[in-house]
């Protein structure tokens, strides 16, 4: 049973600490997406990948997250340094290949992060 | 840009009611639209998804129109069941840029 997997589930770090979070895409999907959820926010696409390449990080705060691709297998999300505004949970999402006219999405079953 | 509205919740219901989630959407062209579920603790899973207009999607007792003259996918199930607790949130797709776009998520407790 194809799934997205997320690593760690959950992480709970002191604030100013690095934070890596790792998910692997469904194989074959080509599109990832990685989105927040807070009460207070609701669920924000912070970036998205299709084909490794990054097609749009706006909605994630430039100045201590980064996102990445270094192959097909494998999508980081890092936080340098952690805030404890950055508590959410984090999940990453694969869509299939391109040549659909729709991106439907699978989610892996998130990251819950706590920044003390 | 594109952007979901979705009814705000939280909706409580009594077994074997009727649900209704009002979701409205704004897109420059013709997005596919999809309705997602979220189960405490889990992700969002796919509950049903419509490409073009005057499509229907259905899942599970679920159903959903694409009313493009109403910019429209309400998502509507004649009995639920407490089983259908969870979180509830309209999504589309633009077809330019594939970027997938949420809404605020409607909260469904569903009481014996």
């Known amino acids: 049973d194809a799934r997205v997997t997320q690593t760690p589930r959950h992480k709970v770090t002191e604030m100013g600490q690095e934070v890596t979070m790792r998910c692997q895409p469904i194989?074959?999907?080509?599109?990832v997406f990685w989105y927040r959820q807070t009460m207070m926010q609701g669920l924000e696409l912070l970036a998205y990948?299709?084909?490794?390449?990054?097609?749009?990080d706006s909605g994630m705060p430039k100045d201590r997250f980064s996102a990445e691709m270094p192959d097909a297998t494998l999508a980081t999300l890092k936080i340098q340094p952690s805030e404890p505004r950055d508590s959410a949970v984090y999940f990453c999402?694969?869509?299939?290949?391109?040549?659909?006219?729709?991106?439907?999405?699978?989610f892996g079953q998130g990251t819950r992060l706590t920044v003390v | 840009g594109d952007s979901v509205t979705q009814m705000e919740g939280p909706v409580t219901l009594s077994e074997e009611a009727f649900l209704t989630i009002n979701c409205t959407y704004t897109?420059?062209?013709?997005?596919?639209l999809f309705w997602y579920v979220q189960y405490p603790g889990e992700g969002l899973q796919l509950l049903l998804k419509?490409?073009?207009?005057?499509d229907k999607g259905s899942n599970k007792g679920f159903e959903a129109t694409y009313r493009k003259e109403t910019t429209s996918f309400h998502l509507e199930k004649g009995s639920v069941q407490v089983s259908d607790s969870a979180v509830y949130f309209c999504?589309?797709?633009?077809?330019?840029?594939?970027?997938?776009?949420f809404g605020a998520g409607t909260t469904v407790t569903v009481r014996a």
């Open positions: 999402a694969s869509g299939p290949r391109q040549g659909l006219s729709y991106t439907e999405a699978f």
């Open positions: 194989l074959g999907h080509n599109t």
């Open positions: 990948f299709r084909n490794r390449a990054p097609l749009d």
């Open positions: 897109a420059t062209g013709y997005p596919s």
């Open positions: 419509a490409t073009k207009a005057d």
């Open positions: 999504a589309l797709s633009d077809r330019n840029d594939y970027k997938l776009s």
